[in-house]
């Protein structure tokens, strides 16, 4: 699975910002697809997930009912809309895929940068 993360940029808090994650090479219908961050200094932490057949979601703490991950099948792209974007949000994200039976993902796209300022 090719992963092309897209959609990161400079925003002022409060702001919004839509990532992107088209998918190629496999077909998705037996993976989790997940948003991941790394901060300056700090490890990768998992942000959001989504499962592809059920489209079952599930968010780390810090950003739930502030950002949502959906995916478009006909797309073979997930999204992440992040709204109420904080300081504290500014990361690389990536985009991951995995199998969605050991949700271990094996797949990482190449991260996209959100900056958000204060």
């Not at 992963?3 to 998918?23: E, K, N, P, T, Y």
């Not at 979601?57 to 949502?68: E, I, L, M, P, Q």
Request: with cysteine.
């Amino acid at each position: 699975v090719q992963l092309q993360a897209s959609g990161g940029g400079l925003v002022q808090a409060g702001g919004s910002l839509r990532l992107s994650c088209a998918a190629s090479g496999r077909t998705l219908s037996n993976f989790v697809m997940g948003w991941f961050r790394q901060a300056p200094g700090k490890e990768r932490e998992f942000v959001a997930r989504i499962i592809w057949s059920s489209g079952g979601t599930a968010y780390a703490d810090s950003v739930k009912g502030r950002f949502t991950i959906s995916r478009d099948s006909a797309k073979s792209t997930v999204y992440l809309q992040m709204n109420s974007l904080k300081p504290e949000d500014t990361a690389i994200y990536y985009c991951a895929a995995g199998s969605k039976y050991s949700q271990v993902y094996s797949y990482w796209g190449q991260g996209t940068l959100v900056t958000v300022s204060s």
